[in-house]
């Protein structure tokens, strides 16, 4: 079982950087591949980027690519996802997500345990 909760969300203009966190419980956050979702209003939950067990490997949907990095402290049982350059459709509600997968996976379907959510906003 594990427990994720984001944090770190807010208010940014357009331009601007904000980093999200996703501080996990339980003593095997390092056995999971870890994700960032979002979701807009009246739109469907999207992929935004995920990474594996050890750090070293990333996956990012083209729409974030360059802008945003997805890290993690094993450590710290802690993921994060580093966003910069924010314009006003990035704005959404960010979920990160948990899954004991030998692949990284965009599809939300192959993670177990989700988070509740943290708002991002960017205004014009």
């Known amino acids: 079982q594990v427990q994720l909760v984001e944090s770190g969300g807010g208010l940014v203009q357009a331009g601007g950087s904000l980093r999200l966190s996703c501080a996990a419980s339980?003593?095997?956050?390092?056995?999971?591949?870890m994700a960032w979702f979002r979701q807009a209003p009246g739109k469907e939950r999207e992929f935004v980027a995920a990474i594996g067990w050890s750090g070293s490997l990333t996956y990012s949907a083209d729409s974030v690519k360059g802008r945003f990095t997805i890290s993690r402290d094993n450590a710290k049982n802690t993921v994060y996802l580093q966003m910069n350059s924010l314009q006003p459709e990035d704005t959404a509600v960010y979920y990160c997500?948990?899954?004991?997968?030998?692949?990284?996976?965009?599809?939300?379907?192959?993670?177990?345990?989700w988070g509740q959510g943290t708002q991002v906003s960017v205004s014009s």
């Open positions: 339980g003593r095997t956050f390092s056995k999971y591949n």
């Open positions: 997500a948990a899954g004991d997968t030998t692949v990284l996976y965009r599809t939300d379907l192959k993670y177990d345990y």
